[in-house]
């Protein structure tokens, strides 16, 4: 076996194979979320009791309880095991999918919608694959899962308008119930039972540390702005295909026509903004730029949604940024957390990302049936200015990366003269060693990194 670092360039075949199911699992589950995000208002208009307001309730619902219990099914996990807690949150997601596929009322769609929220595996997912995954790889397969929910929006942007035509929302709620079923296969059939399970402060949240987390001002502005992002994309899509439809003059079946470009035009923007950010240490100034786009993209539509060319131009601007904004922001938890709480730091931010879709989708509904399309657009553009004033204030992140090493057995006075040795490593920024994990949590500048003193701490033979 080799060290920490060690380890083969690569990640084993099974390591792969464990996190392409996670990811795929994961993006599955999420695309049933976003598939009906472009084609739902649509859709609720004929549905018995259905006004604007809980109209926008439906879409957003998911997220309250999403947010609510994924950081609570994660530390359930820790006492009962992953594989189980995930195969319930899919049984619960098929269920509310089934209700919602069935329902002729807003009210048993808003039921279905919060039961799928309640399928909310994204901790035990995350904490599946760090059990599954070695340390020095487990950066690698996080990404992989990033990616995959970033491909599955994308895609659902493109596929809800194009299956409403084929089988209409109510298919999509039925296609999302087999997926989740099919992904109760995967989990059973294709990964790995990991030998041990423990928890892994850089994937999980733990609960002693949220006091901390929650008091830290620079995490709690990140953790307001993916709720702020996340609340502009839900409120926009609120009221977003009644804009196209009905303002703009493109039938609901061409949504699609429209999405497609744009979204594919607007992922490889973000590229060499994020080379600016990260190669170039500009992380700040590209992040304000990005929220300020924002901004403008909001103010645009809210005044500019009268036709197709405005609103495609004015979403090209608009996703460009979201699609930046959603790379930087897990880059900056990263860099601002504490080595040992970056799990914490992590369920934080995603529960307030859900949140947030929450919020969105519940005043977006409610300011569209007071005050018309244009006001929610208007209070988006509001939310990102103060969001805006917000990452002005933020102070510049330090520009480490983390890494976690496994040490061996180790008391607490060992522990703690190994984290002060480990700290004086040409590179290493802050050590933090956890005996009873037998593992160091570290921050790094890996440009001026001694990977050769920092191995020698290492020991052989362990596996995340």
């Known amino acids: 076996m080799s060290t920490d670092l060690d380890a083969a360039a690569g990640m084993s075949r099974n390591e792969v194979r464990s996190a392409a199911s996670m990811a795929g699992i994961y993006a599955l589950r999420m695309l ?13 208009e004929d549905l018995q009791g259905a006004t604007p307001a809980l109209a926008g309730l439906a879409i957003g619902i998911y997220g309250m309880t999403q947010a609510l219990l994924q950081i609570p099914f994660g530390l359930v996990s820790d006492k009962i095991g992953r594989k189980p807690v995930i195969i319930f949150g899919l049984l619960v997601f ?175 923007m973000a590229i060499p903004f994020i080379l600016q950010a990260e190669k170039h240490r500009r992380m700040k100034q590209v992040f304000v730029g990005a929220v300020a786009v924002i901004a403008i993209a909001e103010a645009g539509l ?54 947030g879709a929450f919020v969105g989708g519940s005043v977006g509904g409610l300011l569209h049936g007071r005050y018309g399309l244009g006001s929610v657009f208007l209070f988006c553009a509001a939310v990102a200015l103060l969001w805006l004033l917000l990452a002005v204030t933020m102070k510049s992140p330090r520009y480490l990366g983390t890494r976690v090493l496994r040490i061996g057995p180790q008391d607490a006075v060992s522990a703690h003269k190994l984290a002060a040795q480990i700290t004086a490593v040409r590179g290493v920024a802050e050590a933090v060693v956890i005996a009873e994990d037998q593992v160091a949590y570290l921050k790094i500048d890996q440009q001026a990194l001694d990977e050769t003193a920092l191995r020698s701490f290492a020991v052989p033979g362990a596996e995340a």
């Open 302 to 355: 809210s005044l500019l949604h009268g036709s197709v060319l405005s609103i495609a131009l004015l979403l090209f601007v608009f996703y460009s940024a979201f699609n930046l904004l959603e790379a930087i922001l897990p880059s900056l938890i990263a860099k601002v957390a504490p080595p040992d709480r970056k799990g914490t730091a992590m369920g934080v931010y995603s529960s307030s990302q859900f949140f």
């Open 32 to 44: 049933g979320l976003f598939m009906i995000l472009p084609v739902f208002a649509l859709y609720a």
């Open 94 to 268: 098929a269920l509310g999918s089934t209700v919602a596929a069935s329902a002729d009322t807003i009210t048993m769609v808003i039921v279905g919608r919060a039961l799928q929220g309640a399928g909310a595996i994204a901790a035990a997912v995350m904490a599946l694959t760090a059990d599954l995954i070695r340390e020095e790889h487990r950066v690698k397969a996080m990404a992989m899962i990033g990616m995959s929910i970033g491909a599955s929006f994308a895609l659902a942007m493109v596929l809800g308008p194009v299956l409403n035509t084929w089988i209409g929302v109510p298919g999509i709620f039925w296609l999302t119930a087999i997926l989740a079923v099919g992904g109760i296969g995967v989990i059973v059939l294709i990964v790995p039972t990991p030998a041990v399970s423990r928890v892994h402060r850089d994937a999980e949240a733990v609960p002693g540390q949220f006091t901390a987390v929650l008091r830290d001002p620079q995490l709690l502005r990140l953790d307001l702005g993916i709720f702020c992002l996340h609340l502009i994309l839900t409120a926009s899509f609120v009221v977003l295909p009644l804009a196209l439809r009905d303002v703009a003059g493109l039938p609901a079946a061409r949504h699609w026509e429209l999405y497609l470009p744009v979204l594919v035009m607007s992922l490889p």
